[in-house]
């Protein structure tokens, strides 16, 4: 393979990026539609799962190890599994990338919950809460911050991870990437990769913003004598 | 299904030979993996021992490791290859690893970039966290700074050293398959060209060969790991897997999937 | 009002019961104190009231119900409970958690507003500390949050657990005063647990004193207790120094006071010798009427008591006090007296005979 010349001579063609904002708006707009999906997915399936872990404590090292196992796979490895059997398709990419969310997701999830001060429990059960109002009006509001945590890691992984679905007809702004790799086009791979970094700062600082509304109560610090 | 397994195995009887064969390719993904890391580990843990010794930049470490984490691999190695192809052109032919820009040179400059974070991370916050009681019990006995951390802070931050190579190392094979973008002969080439060509045998036999390699990695560094640490210094000897969890550490000991 | 009959706990896995066969009641509007070393199961015995620990055998009935006969969060919804840790909820304001059961049970928001500012006055906090956060509150607030969020909905029982053990002893003794006070005023029946001997003497109407598996020892009034224990073991749990503890027992406004060799300003060597003589010391006190000035040994006056320079008395107490406090004022004076005010106003002083000859009637 004979390296050919970049289409220009400049690393980054600014002039070209300006001229294809609507493709970009695109590209992010799908890019953040599958990270929301996935996230969503992820999210419901982990808190589903943790519900059964906290319920059955012996099921916590097998569901671990099963999340765990498809977290070590090679994303692009498992894209691959998936597609003779799922095709270049929408499931595919979101079949790999819930999956990866799991492991994180389950942990914090359990941690948070288990993390909760036994003694609040304690009173909470002793002034007459329900094993499920207990769970949604005490557990869970006290493990958010460990929650978000974890939803933080798996939402910047994920963003990541979807730029290489452009391998299997997704992407994203992958797409850029895949592009500028096959034309040798180097605007495409820095706009993608650089999208792709900003969008993942983003998605965490708006998460962190989102702990911080939402636990008004642990940013206060009084006296305590 | 029972049929399309046949196909894989019979695949597998076929393919193991010649330069294209999968142990050949097998042979490219090691090779490339292990220099990443081992020169990563070569840069990173001296520098993160270092800055961890004299206890500054402590927000550095944990903004390394989300900056690590936000970096698309894909885009790192896709971005690797303008810029080796540039340098490859002021280069006489001939020189080798350099050659045409492509290959060799920018799959092992972006797994190289991908190898720091970790070992630096892990490092850094290893030493920074030695005790400074048992720290300062050596200074004043008289032990040299260097001595200091050669002989105290470093082994007793070994774990935390170990781990972050293992993080690496695994991370490193995990984005490995994704050099075939970059004309690299590893065993990502197999799922690469398979989906250029839609050959779903060849898609599925390197995925199963990549995800052996990965797990394989993953175990061994693992075992490693427990070996090499003397017992109670053992990363899960000393936490709960909560306390863990609230640490900084949390965000170290968790590699990032390519 | 609560009756326990032949209550016992196993608890899974092992061989003796934490609580074997134990039976006792509690009549409405009791305190009554579970008290007793460690493995006496007096916290077991607690929560089997509100069925956080269920019974293994045996019967216990609250206001006549069998326990076992209601949902268990609707019966705790019933029952105000007070734990050690607190647990305060940390994400909910103090007005919130106050008003938890309230709003378990349904009560409309301002129902339940009255009965948070309500709930506030009455344990001694203030109102601008609704909105803050339990963060940002000291130990000995969050308690009494943690007592007005029990009391909430008005629960005729009342169920705390050590609900002073982390508190710091100058806490600890407001704290339990605070208690008695509010009793005085909200009369609730109350189960009370402490592994503290004196906190029990203290706040008890009654007293169980609990052998290691729930064995019921001696269950009587403090005093009784004190005066007559059962046996040995409870005679070794109250200690060496029983009389000193029936000693807190009695107020000093239940004890004649004595004037004392009192004498006023204008007072000549003489008459200070006299009065010295009478009572048998060697110092006076100067004032007169309700006002009592100081004292001065009887050799340093030379011309009239006033002229001679007197000192304060370093301690006065009120009626109110124990004649404990009584007595640790004695032993520690170089008059040898206590000497009692109302404000200002002297009411009397006294010895050690006297406070001794209450605890041999």
């Known amino acids: ?225 | 299904m029972i049929e399309f397994l046949g196909d894989v195995a019979v695949w597998f009887t076929e393919h193991w030979d010649g330069d294209n064969g999968y142990l050949m390719r097998l042979w490219n993904t090691i090779r490339l993996s292990a220099l990443a890391t081992l020169t990563a580990a070569m840069i990173a843990i001296p520098t993160g021992a270092l800055l961890g010794h004299y206890r500054r930049f402590g927000v550095s470490a944990v903004a390394v490791v989300n900056i690590g984490r936000a970096l698309p691999s894909f885009g790192i190695i896709a971005l690797a290859l303008p810029i080796t192809i540039r340098i490859a052109s002021h280069v006489p032919d001939g020189v080798p690893i350099f050659g045409s820009g492509l290959g060799f040179f920018p799959a092992f400059v972006a797994l190289f970039a991908l190898a720091l974070p970790p070992i630096f991370t892990n490092t850094f916050t290893g030493v920074r966290e030695v005790d400074p009681g048992t720290v300062e019990a050596a200074r004043g006995m008289g032990l040299t700074e260097g001595k200091i951390l050669r002989s105290v802070e470093i082994p007793l931050a070994s774990p935390v050293i170990i781990a972050g190579l293992r993080i690496s190392a695994v991370q490193v094979v995990a984005t490995s398959p994704l050099a075939a973008l970059v004309a690299y002969g590893g065993l990502g080439r197999f799922i690469v060209d398979g989906f250029s060509i839609q050959d779903n045998v060849q898609i599925f036999a390197g995925a199963l060969l990549v995800a052996l390699l990965a797990i394989l990695t993953e175990m061994s560094f693992g075992w490693l790991e427990r070996r090499l640490v003397p017992g109670p210094l053992q990363l899960s000897a000393q936490d709960s897997p909560t306390r863990k969890l609230r640490r900084r550490s949390r965000e170290i000991s968790l590699p990032i999937p390519p | ?361």
């Open chain 3, 1 to 361: 009002m609560i009756r326990l009959d032949r209550v016992s706990k196993t608890f899974p896995g092992q061989a003796t019961p934490a609580v074997g066969d134990l039976s006792f009641e509690v009549a409405e509007g009791e305190v009554v104190v579970l008290v007793g070393p460690s493995g006496c199961g007096k916290t077991t015995t607690l929560k089997m009231i509100n069925r956080l620990v269920e019974a293994t055998a045996g019967t216990i009935e609250v206001a006549g119900t069998d326990i076992t006969s209601v949902e268990a969060p609707a019966l705790r919804q019933g029952i105000g409970y007070v734990i050690q840790r607190i647990g305060l909820f940390p994400h909910r304001t103090i007005a919130e958690n106050i008003g938890t059961v309230p709003g378990l049970l349904g009560w409309d928001k301002n129902r339940t507003a009255t009965r948070v500012d309500e709930l506030i006055d009455l344990v001694g906090l203030e109102r601008e500390m609704k909105q803050r956060y339990p963060a940002e509150l000291s130990g000995g607030q969050q308690q009494r949050v943690g007592v007005a969020r029990a009391l909430a909905a008005d629960p005729p029982v009342l169920l705390m657990d050590e609900p002073f053990g982390a508190v710091d002893p100058i806490v600890r003794s407001r704290l339990q005063d605070e208690l008695l006070d509010l009793q005085r005023r909200v009369n609730k029946t109350i189960v009370f647990v402490t592994h503290d001997i004196d906190e029990a003497i203290k706040l008890g109407d009654r007293v169980a004193i609990l052998n290691v598996g729930g064995v019921l020892e001696q269950y009587a009034s403090p005093a009784e207790i004190l005066s007559t224990p059962a046996n040995q073991f409870v005679e070794e749990f109250l200690g060496d120094d029983r009389s000193l503890k029936r000693l807190s027992l009695t107020p000093i406004a239940s004890v004649r006071l004595e004037r004392g060799p009192l004498v006023d300003a204008t007072a000549t060597r003489s008459d200070v010798e006299a009065t010295m003589k009478e009572h048998n010391v060697d110092w006076v006190g100067i004032g007169a009427g309700s006002r009592l000035d100081g004292w001065v040994w009887g050799r340093e006056v030379e011309t009239t008591a006033g002229a001679a320079k007197a000192a304060p008395f370093s301690v006065r107490l009120s009626a109110s006090q124990s004649l404990r406090e009584a007595l640790d004022s004695v032993v520690s004076s170089h008059t040898g007296v206590a000497v009692v005010f109302d404000g200002d106003d002297y009411l009397g002083m006294l010895s050690i005979e006297q406070i001794t000859r209450h605890l041999i009637q």
């Open chain 1, 1 to 225: 393979m004979i390296a050919q010349a970049d289409s220009s001579d400049a690393f980054v063609r600014w002039d070209w990026i300006w001229g294809h904002l609507d493709l970009i708006w695109e590209k992010v707009v799908e890019h953040l539609v599958l990270t929301g999906i996935a996230l969503g997915v992820g999210l419901a399936m982990s808190l589903v799962l943790s519900g059964i872990v906290l319920r059955w404590r012996r099921t916590y090292a097998p569901i671990t190890w099963a999340t765990g196992i498809a977290y070590s796979i090679p994303s692009l490895a498992l894209f691959a599994f998936l597609v003779p059997i799922t095709g270049f398709t929408i499931l595919t990419a979101q079949i790999g990338l819930v999956s990866y969310t799991l492991l994180i997701l389950i942990r914090n999830i359990v941690a948070g919950i288990d993390g909760v001060d036994p003694a609040v429990r304690e009173a909470a059960v002793g002034m007459g809460y329900s094993r499920r109002r207990l769970f949604f009006r005490i557990e869970l509001p006290l493990a958010l911050p460990v929650i978000i945590a974890g939803l933080r890691i798996a939402g910047v992984t994920t963003i990541g991870l979807v730029t290489v679905t452009a391998l299997i007809g997704q992407g994203g702004v992958g797409f850029f990437i895949l592009r500028g790799l096959n034309r040798f086009f180097s605007t495409e791979i820095v706009l993608g990769t650089l999208l792709s970094v900003i969008l993942a700062v983003s998605l965490d600082l708006a998460l962190l913003g989102a702990e911080r509304v939402l636990t008004p109560w642990s940013r206060r610090q009084g006296d305590a004598s």
